[in-house]
T-cell receptor, first 111, second 117 residues
Framework: GESVGLHLPTLSVQEGDNSIINCAYS??????FIWYKQESGKGPQFIID?????DKRQGQRVTVLLNKTVKHLSLQIAATQPGDSAVYFC??????????FGAGTTVTVRA | GAVVSQHPSRVICKSGTSVKIECRSL??????MFWYRQFPKQSLMLMAT?????????EQGVEKDKFLINHASLTLSTLTVTSAHPEDSSFYIC?????????????FGQGTRLTVV
C-alpha cells in the first residue's frame, strides 16, 4: 500500500550547523503533512505542519518545504542544538483524520 | 497547546493477564482518537481508530478481540490488551485530534511501555 517514507535513517550534524531531513510520500491524495520529533521513551511532539496548497512554511528555527511534483517533503533545522537530537518523523493525512508515519530519521548532534 | 494524557506510562504484567491503557484529552474534545504501536527503532504503526460512541475501526492485521478499544466520552479512550503475551510487549501511543477541526495536528500522549513477562 502507499506509505510515507524517509530517505535516510540517520543524520549526524555538527552543533551550530543546519540540518536537512527528507521525506518521500507516495499518496498523491495526501493534503496535510506534519513533522514530529520523538525523544527516547516519549510520544511524538509536533514541530511544524504544512498543507498542500503551500510549498513552504517557517517556524522558529525550522522550515518545512513541500514539493508536490515529486512528492517530497523536507524539514530544515537552523543552527542545530544538542537538544535537537531525536528521531524525526514525517506524517501525512488525506483528510480522513488518520496519520501515516514514515520510517523516521535519527538525528545526532555532535558537540 | 492541547494536551493528551496517557496512563500508565509503564506497566509490567504477567503473561495471560489483561492490561488497560487510558488516553485522555485534557483541554479539548476528541471525537476521534488513534492508537499506535511502536517497536524499538521503528515507526509508529496505526492499530485502530477510536470513535466516540461507536465501534473502533481496526487496521488490517490487528486483532479486535485482542486489543479492545472503548471510547465512552469525548475525552477518554481506553485500550485493553487482553490475555497479554510477551510478543505484545511494545510502546503503545495514543493521539487525538480536536473535534470538528479538519486537517490539524494530532496531539500525542506520552506513551505506555508495556512489558509482558
Amino acid at each position: 500500500g502507499e506509505s510515507v517514507g524517509l530517505h535516510l535513517p540517520t543524520l549526524s550534524v555538527q552543533e551550530g550547523d543546519n540540518s536537512i531531513i527528507n521525506c518521500a510520500y507516495s499518496n498523491s491524495a495526501s493534503d496535510y503533512f506534519i513533522w514530529y520529533k520523538q525523544e527516547s521513551g516519549k510520544g511524538p511532539q509536533f514541530i511544524i505542519d504544512i498543507r498542500s496548497n503551500m510549498d513552504k512554511r517557517q517556524g522558529q528555527r525550522v522550515t518545512v518545504l513541500l514539493n508536490k511534483t515529486v512528492k517530497h517533503l523536507s524539514l530544515q533545522i537552523a543552527a542545530t542544538q544538542p537538544g535537537d537530537s531525536a528521531v524525526y518523523f514525517c506524517a501525512e493525512s488525506g483528510g480522513d483524520y488518520k496519520l501515516s508515519f514514515g520510517a523516521g530519521t535519527t538525528v545526532t548532534v555532535r558537540a | 497547546g492541547a494536551v493528551v494524557s496517557q496512563h500508565p506510562s509503564r506497566v509490567i504484567c504477567k503473561s495471560g493477564t489483561s492490561v488497560k491503557i487510558e488516553c485522555r484529552s485534557l483541554d479539548f474534545q476528541a471525537t476521534t482518537m488513534f492508537w499506535y504501536r511502536q517497536f524499538p527503532k521503528q515507526s509508529l504503526m496505526l492499530m485502530a481508530t477510536s470513535n466516540e460512541g461507536s465501534k473502533a475501526t481496526y487496521e488490517q492485521g490487528v486483532e479486535k478481540d485482542k486489543f479492545l478499544i472503548n471510547h465512552a466520552s469525548l475525552t477518554l479512550s481506553t485500550l485493553t490488551v487482553t490475555s497479554a503475551h510477551p510478543e505484545d510487549s511494545s510502546f503503545y501511543i495514543c493521539s487525538a485530534r480536536d473535534k470538528g477541526v479538519a486537517n490539524t495536528e494530532a496531539f500525542f500522549g506520552q506513551g505506555t511501555r508495556l512489558t509482558v513477562v
